[in-house]
């Protein structure tokens, strides 16, 4: 024991002459040591390698050995109640519990999860209309207002990230931008335990579309609805709030709202955000394709309209009223409204809706009386007759329009 205290005390005079001796080596050590943690912890989080793998899985095969593979969707397995990505038996599972639909209805996406990187605060750069530099006047925005503030984003930032877990006036909000479907909403983010949710790319699909996850309970959640499909939560105990959102031009988001913020490319990732990878990825015959104008589904066949009813890729805007859904074809309406802004109008047993169309703003949506805009977002026909097969379509054929 005394030797033990012995050592434990040293002569101070001993102890000067170690620490001067070996402080040299030892800082160096540390120093080192702290030098390989900061490689290791870039190495892992590196937006440079979320770029890398994310335009991988759009314009290479990065999971088959054949181009077709990439537009293939694949049905996940059940291992041990977790839910589990049919190509990548390394991907974390999401568990089965609390199932709102059917096993057999999710499926495999490419890219796989996490791969695409979404967007957390502390990436959000957002700059005053003035200060912006981009996007151009003609490039799509998708703008959201709340509580006297306005913000917008970019097209092509949102299709690189998908998702935006962004503030606003306040509000912890969630902008999710689904490529595969062309959906794009707003949301107020919930809140748990331990503060706002946060939302990132699952690799699995539903219904046509890619479903986000959250980082807190690992829940799947479905867009459309706001409804958890499967995971630690329920729609009983927690739900995304939509948030009115709609599509136009930058130079008529701007024209609206002066005062606008919008979401900067200055993110921190190496992307290229003057173009949207969707509109240049690798085809199944190796020649370059814009995703949204082919007839490529990231979707499972059986989703495809076979009765003729309109092309899958058809863009409409899905509308749920009170009484049910309603799908306006949005080319039709674009063309129906010409080079003018006009107002459609349709009966309806709640009263008059109108359809609000500017085709040179590339904007359109639609108002019950009251001028209340209910729930909608524009998507690709498949999608929202996956969510709706009984959805009413309005056809602009005779529709008398108002300026």
Not at 352 to 381: C, E, I, S
Request: hydrophobic share 40%; net charge negative.
């Amino acid at each position: 024991m005394r030797h033990t205290n012995t050592v434990a005390g040293a002569c101070p005079a001993t102890d000067r002459l170690l620490m001067r001796r070996y402080a040299p080596v030892v800082a160096t050590t540390l120093a080192g040591l702290a030098i390989l943690g900061a490689l290791w912890i870039a190495a892992e989080s590196s937006p440079t390698n979320a770029t890398g793998s994310a335009l991988a899985a759009l314009q290479t095969p990065a999971y088959t050995a054949d181009r077709a593979g990439q537009w293939q969707t694949k049905p996940v397995r059940l291992v041990g109640g977790y839910i589990t990505a049919s190509r990548n038996s390394d991907e974390p599972a999401f568990a089965a519990t609390n199932m709102a639909v059917n096993l057999h209805e999710l499926y495999d996406l490419p890219p796989a999860r996490d791969q695409i990187a979404a967007l957390q605060e502390m990436d959000i750069r957002a700059v005053t209309a003035a200060k912006a530099t981009c996007p151009s006047d003609d490039d799509l925005v998708f703008g959201v207002q709340l509580y006297g503030h306005e913000r917008c984003y970019p097209r092509n930032i949102l299709a690189r990230h998908c998702l935006v877990n962004d503030r606003l006036s306040g509000e912890t909000v969630l902008i999710y931008f689904d490529p595969p479907s062309g959906a794009c909403m707003a949301f107020i983010r919930p809140t748990g335990a331990d503060g706002p949710y946060h939302f990132a790319v699952s690799g699995l699909g539903y219904n046509g579309m890619g479903i986000p996850y959250d980082r807190q309970s690992q829940s799947l959640w479905y867009p459309l609805s706001g409804n958890v499909v499967a995971g630690a939560k329920t729609s009983d105990e927690v739900k995304l709030k939509h948030l009115v959102g709609e599509w136009m031009t930058w130079a008529a988001w701007r024209e609206l709202w002066p005062e606008t913020t919008v979401l900067s490319p200055d993110t921190g990732y190496q992307h290229d955000y003057s173009t949207d990878p969707y509109t240049h990825a690798q085809g199944r015959d190796g020649q370059t394709v814009n995703y949204y104008e082919s007839e490529l589904l990231l979707a499972p066949d059986a989703l495809s309209d076979t009765t003729g009813t309109m092309a899958d890729k058809a863009e409409v805007l899905g509308v749920t009223l009170p009484d049910g859904a309603l799908a306006v074809p949005v080319a039709e309406a674009f063309a129906a409204a010409s080079d003018e802004p006009h107002v459609f109008s349709r009966e309806s047993r709640f009263g008059k809706l109108q359809l609000h169309v500017d085709a040179q703003a590339q904007r359109t949506y639609l108002t019950m009386p009251g001028n209340v805009r209910p729930p909608q977002v524009r998507l690709f026909w498949y999608a929202w007759r996956a969510a709706y097969p009984d959805t009413i379509i309005w056809r602009m054929e005779g529709s008398t329009p108002r300026r």
